[in-house]
């Protein structure tokens, strides 16, 4: 049980474009979603907790308007990486939690290299 | 700020023998504690969480929590080169409702076959 499944696992694109990044609880509703950053030999820092069907919370410094969440369903959170520049490159985390219990279930994470 | 602190190691230890991980915190109002094992290139997998004072067990591993000291800590008993990764303490900080976490900068540990 508590399966969260994350996809694409790597992504390579253009500076300038955008990419969105799933996140799906596979066996559990997720009533909130969490999305991370990783850089190289640093620890996770979290980027914004999202509640189903409200407005995500951003943690100081991250941008709203460049890294754009929805979490329009009980399964479902999506990151937008929007014009992205080779400073996103990075590795995207999301994890889930249901309603009650305060463990974090993550998903295989997202390498994202922007050229 | 509220802060995990761990050592950053590398903690090597001979196959079979204990790995001893430690993690202190600074928030006295901390609920949840977990430890999260992190191989490299792949995200955090949960070892063990631990909610109150005291020892908890699950199979090799042992995690003890000393609210009183603000600290928790991890032991693996007769550990394998398997376990080798980073190994990440989290806490949910007091009156954080959706229960987010802080990340120590992890413990990277070795076992040496």
Redesign the interface.
């Known amino acids: 049980g508590a399966v969260v499944s994350?996809h694409p696992s790597w992504v390579i694109c253009k500076s300038g474009t955008s990419v969105k990044i799933e996140c799906r609880s596979l066996d559990f509703q997720a009533t909130?979603m969490?999305w991370y950053r990783q850089f190289p030999k640093?620890?996770?820092m979290?980027m914004a907790?999202s509640?189903e069907g409200s407005k995500a919370?951003y943690e100081q410094g991250v941008e709203k308007d460049k890294f754009l969440i929805n979490h329009a369903s009980l399964t479902l959170s999506t990151l937008t990486v929007t014009s992205a520049h080779p400073e996103d490159s990075s590795f995207y985390?999301c994890s889930a939690?249901t309603s009650g219990r305060?463990?974090?279930?993550?998903?295989?994470?997202t390498?994202l290299s922007v050229l | 700020q509220k802060e995990v602190e761990q050592n950053s190691g590398p903690l090597s230890v001979p196959e079979g023998a204990i790995a001893s991980l430690n993690c202190t915190y600074s928030d006295r109002g901390s609920q949840s504690f977990f430890w999260y094992r992190q191989y490299s290139g792949k995200s955090p997998e949960l070892i063990m969480s631990i909610y109150s004072n005291g020892d908890k067990e699950d199979g090799r591993f042992t995690a003890q929590l000393n609210k009183a000291s603000q600290y928790v800590s991890l032991l693996i008993r007769d550990s394998q080169p398997s376990d080798s990764a980073t190994y990440l303490c989290a806490v949910t900080l007091s009156g954080a409702g959706s229960y987010q976490l802080t990340f120590g900068k992890g413990t990277k540990l070795s076992v040496i076959p």
Do not use: V
């Open positions: 994350q909130t969490f640093q620890s996770l979290l907790t509640n919370t985390i939690r305060p463990i974090q279930y993550f998903g295989a994470g390498r």
